[in-house]
């Protein structure tokens, strides 16, 4: 005889009838059309749903809850977690051995520490919280995804971390982090792990969404406070890998009421005209990446028009020697060189200055201007040492490389080196900033 199972969500109903099954839960997906929402999948364990709902999540689908159901005519229960809804006022219990590991390796995100701290203990070292928000819920899947990665885990740790991606789900791609200020937001993207590239700053006292790239967040509204702005079309950078990140700042804006910058036709046109005429000098010249439209304001030195764009090789014309000069798209203007110690844009500046005069006699990297201290290339793996980059005032940031990546001060054997960075500045008189055990830089001001 076939059993009719029945689960109801935000006012409808949904049933499936099965002669040899058992099902406990339904993983409820938002339809792609926008119209309403539909079963993804039943199954027989709240596991398997999870599980079946991080398919739903991989395959594009917006999750809306997983539920519990029962045989028509039996009482449902009310669903014990829901994907996209507040969990405030419920509980939640993390296995033992991913407990300890957050006990042990501390968080750094203030709303996941709160309710940690304010958890008990439960059975077999569970620790039972209360979160507020399923922010917090996000921030422990990335702490249990990357206990997965690691391969020091235990057994123990890693079957604690699969138990608890299989009950959460997996995080999102991008998480949203509030600040009180553009300043603290900086700090905290420069130093805390649970802040990943492409995640959300919010600021709402000073009206500012941006998105961290790479090692900088970046404003998408008009005001940026202490923050970097972006030049351009930001969903061009990096071949469009950011374009989901500012999809979703842009859309915080407009729901917070925050100005974005316009863009007009007109400057849509431009846009199109100087990518045309940059590709067609492209196709002429020994090396496209070298021209720029017009003199750049920045430029190193005087370049006269029989030179530039679209007549490196006019009548009447020979260029002996061309200065490279190359664009990164969206965001930063870079010139042709190496500075040690600091990117060469950063070299003159007199912040960075008295910094390397603090650091003499201790390893400096060897730097160019388009260089990713987050993703090096290959050719950039051999840089090593200290790099000093220059903030609001009289303070500065001073980090250290190792392999061309900046490395965090809880890394072994390296991350000690950023205890010696402070230790030399704080005894030529900078003030230093206290440190987390998780910080990727040491924050120091130029004595007056």
């Not at 057994?155 to 959460?168: F, T």
């Not at 196709?283 to 006269?304: N, S």
């Not at 390397?356 to 290959?378: F, I, M, N, Q, S």
Request: contains cysteine.
């Amino acid at each position: 005889m076939a059993t009719k199972f029945v689960a109801h969500h935000d006012g409808q109903t949904f049933t499936r009838t099965s002669k040899t099954r058992t099902y406990t839960h339904v993983v409820i997906a938002a339809s792609t059309t926008g119209n309403g929402t539909f079963a993804y999948r039943w199954s027989g364990s709240e596991v398997n749903a999870r599980k079946g709902a991080s398919e739903a999540e991989k395959r594009g689908f917006k999750v809306a809850a997983v539920i519990p159901c029962a045989p028509e005519g039996q009482k449902q229960e009310a669903p014990e977690q829901a994907d996209d809804a507040p969990r405030t006022g419920r509980t939640v219990t993390i296995p033992g051995a991913l407990a300890d590991h957050l006990a042990e390796h501390q968080v750094d995100d203030l709303d996941t520490l709160l309710a940690l701290a304010n958890g008990r203990r439960g059975r077999g070292r569970t620790l039972i919280i209360t979160p507020d928000s399923t922010r917090v819920l996000h921030i422990i899947s990335r702490r249990a995804e990357q206990l997965l990665a690691t391969k020091s885990a235990t057994r123990a740790q890693r079957d604690a971390a699969r138990l608890w991606v299989a009950r959460a789900g997996h995080a999102p791609a991008i998480v949203e982090h509030r600040f009180s200020s553009t300043r603290e937001a900086y700090d905290a993207s420069q130093c805390r792990d649970s802040i990943h590239d492409g995640d959300l700053l919010i600021v709402e006292s000073e009206q500012v969404v941006a998105f961290l790239y790479r090692a900088w967040p970046a404003a998408v509204t008009t005001e940026r406070g202490e923050l970097h702005s972006v030049e351009g079309d930001p969903r061009t950078i990096d071949d469009g890998k950011y374009a989901a990140s500012i999809a979703a700042a842009e859309r915080v804006a407009r729901e917070l009421g925050y100005a974005l910058p316009e863009r007009d036709t007109e400057t849509e046109l431009a846009d199109t005209i100087a990518a045309v005429e940059q590709a067609d000098a492209a196709a002429g010249t020994w090396r496209g990446e070298w021209i720029g439209q017009q003199q750049a304001d920045d430029a190193l030195f005087t370049v006269e028009q029989d030179a530039e764009q679209g007549a490196l090789f006019a009548p009447g014309v020979r260029t002996e020697q061309a200065a490279e000069r190359r664009v990164v798209e969206g965001v930063i203007v870079e010139h042709d060189g190496t500075a040690e110690g600091s990117l060469p844009a950063d070299s003159t500046h007199p912040n960075v200055r008295a910094a390397r005069a603090a650091l003499d006699g201790l390893k400096a990297a060897r730097l160019t201007d388009h260089h990713d201290v987050t993703e090096p290339t290959e050719a950039e793996t051999d840089v090593r040492g200290y790099m000093v980059d220059p903030r609001e005032g009289d303070r500065v940031a001073v980090y250290w490389l190792e392999v061309g990546r900046i490395i965090r001060r809880d890394q072994m054997p390296h991350g000690p080196a950023l205890d010696c960075l402070a230790d030399r500045l704080r005894r030529r008189g900078w003030t230093v900033e206290t440190m987390l055990r998780s910080s990727q830089c040491v924050f120091a001001h130029r004595p007056q």
